[in-house]
């Protein structure tokens, strides 16, 4: 851990319920996401998935298919 522990949560993560467009690969519609909230892995469990620590829950609103992204990535 850092020295003032600001470090990290100095990634920027969406707000609850902010809405951004994208392209949907469930239905296949350009639409809206909703951001449900983020899913947070322990790093051994993150280092074995070779996932990011933090993904990113969106929920179409055409499907509502729950989408996750880690932040390595964007909704396009
Ligand atoms: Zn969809």
New binding site residues.
């Given amino acids: 851990m850092s020295k003032n522990g600001k470090d990290m949560f100095a990634v920027h993560l969406p707000q609850i319920g902010q809405m951004q467009e994208g392209t949907?690969a469930?239905?296949g519609?350009h639409?809206d996401f909703v951001f449900i909230g983020t899913q947070q892995y322990p790093s051994r469990v993150a280092e074995k998935l070779k996932v990011a620590l933090i993904v990113q829950q969106w929920r179409?609103t055409?499907?509502h298919?729950t989408l996750s992204v880690s932040n390595a990535e964007q909704v396009a």
Avoid: G, L, R
Wanted: hydrophobic share 0%; net charge neutral.
């Fill in positions: 949907c469930t239905c519609q639409t179409c055409q499907c298919t």
